[in-house]
């Protein structure tokens, strides 16, 4: 059956659960996905019985982060589009460019896009232009640490000294007085120049205790580009967001309106293409500041699935294969709640220790209301060299509390023998007063001890 959506064979440059995830639309809409996979991974349950291409190694930088070799196989393997899941590559804008290069539709927004957005200072300047509230902080990029301390004087301490080129918590320190910024100064742009080749820094006003709220975006070549509601991501440990909701049980709904409607016009001022992401802070006034935008798709995108019932792997296809988004604004009809728990092989009983080994039972419960993404299967071995995800659990309800139920009853019915998993932590939160009542920030974890 000929790909509808423009794409007969598409190259899957990612693995484990984020490749399962775009194989399930594939077969769905009939297109052929090829999966590169590293040695480690050339036996895992996902790829049995489907076409795959060995890249290299187990070592993810001398197979799922190499650039030329996943081009290579892709264009070896005849496919004429490669979709790069979330992580790896999916935000390289260099990879987009030499997909293009090499005659490869990129599943994902134009390569000069995501260059713009990878830089802070350039996104945030977008993003106020698009009418977005920003966090209070430095007009652009310091010059040093003196001009640090002078904005750091205007906007109030305590502040954060964040790396332009950065991400992912790296390059960032917190200076709490004026005696602590050219410490933290020096600290943060030693560690973005080993990180990311880049010192430069710029600042903003730290506010600590808020919740950590996203919006889903979509956009076409056209212009166009809709919402998909938000996502409360305020459960967290280290940055790692481990639940997420939609919609958010503490959001104003003015506030949502206003932001929402905001994130759209500046998505499509932008010349965004596909899904995206807008992460945002909200704070003690409950206003939503814009903190970063991920040109790329979440991990947790399934919770907006589910109160849309839109699949956003087939609309990320059918935009990268030119045609114009299905969805009017009017269109998009979101109803009831949505939860998801990312469930990990760790021992949260023991500082989240990895704990990678074979998988000697697994059963899922059949549930109503209840979705699970996995790659994994009885006797599949989680290896050491990755992210230690197994699965995602969903649950939704007509309401919050159905849907913290239905879940629940979901991992109390997970059997799971070989390692262990957070499943008996999200269990905890999920039944804590804290979560239930919705009283909690991103300092801390609701039910779960610090």
């Given at each position: 059956?000929?790909?509808?959506?423009?794409?007969?064979?598409?190259?899957v440059?990612?693995?484990?659960?984020v490749?399962a995830?775009?194989?399930?639309?594939?077969?769905?809409?009939?297109?052929?996905?090829?999966?590169?996979v590293?040695?480690?991974?050339?036996?895992a349950?996902?790829?049995?019985?489907?076409?795959?291409v060995?890249?290299?190694?187990?070592?993810?930088?001398?197979?799922?982060?190499?650039?030329?070799?996943?081009?290579?196989?892709?264009?070896?393997a005849?496919?004429?589009?490669?979709?790069?899941?979330w992580?790896?590559?999916?935000?390289?804008p260099?990879?987009?460019?030499?997909?293009e290069?090499?005659g490869?539709?990129?599943?994902?927004?134009?390569a000069?896009?995501?260059?713009?957005?990878?830089?802070?200072?350039?996104?945030?300047?977008?993003?106020?232009?698009?009418?977005?509230t920003?966090?209070?902080?430095s007009?652009?990029?310091?010059a040093?640490?003196?001009?640090?301390?002078r904005?750091?004087?205007?906007v109030?301490?305590?502040?954060?000294?964040?790396?332009?080129?950065?991400?992912?918590?790296?390059?960032?320190?917190?200076?709490r007085?004026?005696?602590?910024?050219?410490?933290?100064?020096?600290?943060?742009?030693?560690?973005?120049?080993?990180?990311?080749?880049?010192?430069?820094?710029?600042?903003?006003k730290?506010?600590e205790?808020?919740?950590?709220?996203?919006?889903?975006?979509?956009?076409?070549?056209?212009?166009?580009?809709?919402?998909?509601?938000?996502?409360?991501?305020?459960?967290?440990?280290?940055?790692?967001?481990?639940i997420e909701?939609s919609?958010?049980?503490?959001?104003?709904t003015?506030?949502?309106?206003?932001?929402?409607?905001a994130?759209?016009?500046?998505?499509?001022s932008?010349g965004?293409?596909?899904?995206?992401?807008?992460?945002?802070?909200?704070?003690?006034?409950?206003v939503l500041?814009?903190?970063?935008?991920?040109?790329?798709?979440?991990?947790?995108?399934?919770?907006?699935?589910?109160?849309?019932?839109?699949?956003?792997?087939?609309?990320?296809?059918?935009?990268?294969?030119?045609?114009?988004?299905?969805?009017?604004q009017?269109?998009?009809?979101?109803?009831?709640?949505?939860?998801e728990?990312?469930?990990?092989a760790?021992?949260?009983?023991?500082?989240?220790?990895?704990?990678?080994?074979?998988?000697?039972?697994?059963?899922?419960?059949?549930?109503?209301?209840?979705?699970?993404?996995?790659?994994?299967?009885?006797?599949?071995?989680?290896?050491?060299?990755?992210?230690?995800?197994?699965?995602?659990?969903?649950?939704?309800?007509?309401?919050?509390?159905?849907?913290?139920?239905?879940?629940?009853?979901?991992?109390?019915?997970?059997?799971?023998?070989?390692?262990s998993?957070?499943?008996?932590?999200?269990?905890?939160?999920?039944?804590?007063?804290?979560f239930r009542?919705s009283?909690y920030d991103?300092?801390?974890?609701?039910?779960w001890?610090?």
């Amino acid at each position: 059956m000929a790909g509808f959506v423009g794409f007969h064979r598409l190259f899957v440059a990612n693995r484990g659960e984020v490749a399962a995830r775009i194989a399930r639309t594939c077969d769905r809409l009939g297109v052929t996905p090829v999966f590169g996979v590293s040695e480690a991974d050339a036996d895992a349950p996902y790829v049995r019985d489907r076409e795959s291409v060995v890249l290299g190694p187990a070592r993810a930088a001398s197979s799922y982060l190499d650039l030329e070799r996943v081009v290579q196989a892709a264009k070896q393997a005849r496919c004429t589009a490669v979709h790069p899941g979330w992580g790896f590559l999916a935000e390289n804008p260099r990879f987009a460019a030499l997909c293009e290069q090499h005659g490869l539709t990129f599943v994902g927004p134009p390569a000069h896009v995501m260059h713009l957005m990878g830089k802070k200072t350039p996104a945030k300047d977008a993003m106020r232009e698009a009418g977005l509230t920003l966090i209070p902080g430095s007009d652009g990029v310091l010059a040093d640490a003196a001009e640090a301390r002078r904005v750091a004087d205007e906007v109030g301490y305590p502040v954060l000294l964040k790396a332009e080129s950065g991400g992912g918590g790296r390059g960032m320190r917190v200076a709490r007085s004026p005696d602590e910024v050219a410490g933290a100064y020096q600290d943060a742009s030693a560690e973005a120049r080993a990180a990311f080749g880049d010192p430069r820094l710029y600042l903003e006003k730290l506010i600590e205790g808020g919740r950590h709220i996203e919006i889903q975006l979509l956009a076409d070549r056209y212009g166009k580009a809709i919402h998909l509601g938000e996502r409360d991501c305020t459960v967290q440990r280290n940055h790692q967001k481990l639940i997420e909701e939609s919609p958010s049980p503490v959001l104003d709904t003015e506030e949502r309106a206003r932001t929402l409607d905001a994130a759209v016009r500046a998505t499509e001022s932008i010349g965004y293409v596909g899904a995206g992401t807008m992460e945002f802070l909200l704070d003690e006034d409950g206003v939503l500041r814009f903190m970063e935008m991920n040109t790329r798709l979440q991990v947790e995108h399934c919770v907006s699935e589910e109160r849309s019932g839109i699949d956003l792997v087939e609309e990320q296809l059918r935009v990268a294969a030119g045609q114009p988004l299905r969805h009017l604004q009017d269109d998009v009809s979101l109803h009831g709640h949505a939860i998801e728990c990312r469930i990990n092989a760790e021992d949260p009983e023991n500082g989240f220790r990895p704990t990678p080994g074979t998988l000697e039972v697994w059963e899922v419960p059949p549930l109503e209301g209840v979705r699970v993404d996995t790659h994994v299967a009885q006797g599949y071995v989680v290896p050491p060299h990755y992210d230690s995800l197994i699965c995602k659990v969903i649950a939704y309800g007509d309401d919050r509390d159905q849907a913290c139920d239905r879940m629940v009853a979901a991992l109390k019915g997970l059997k799971v023998e070989g390692i262990s998993t957070t499943a008996p932590m999200h269990v905890a939160i999920l039944e804590s007063k804290a979560f239930r009542e919705s009283d909690y920030d991103t300092r801390a974890i609701p039910g779960w001890p610090a």
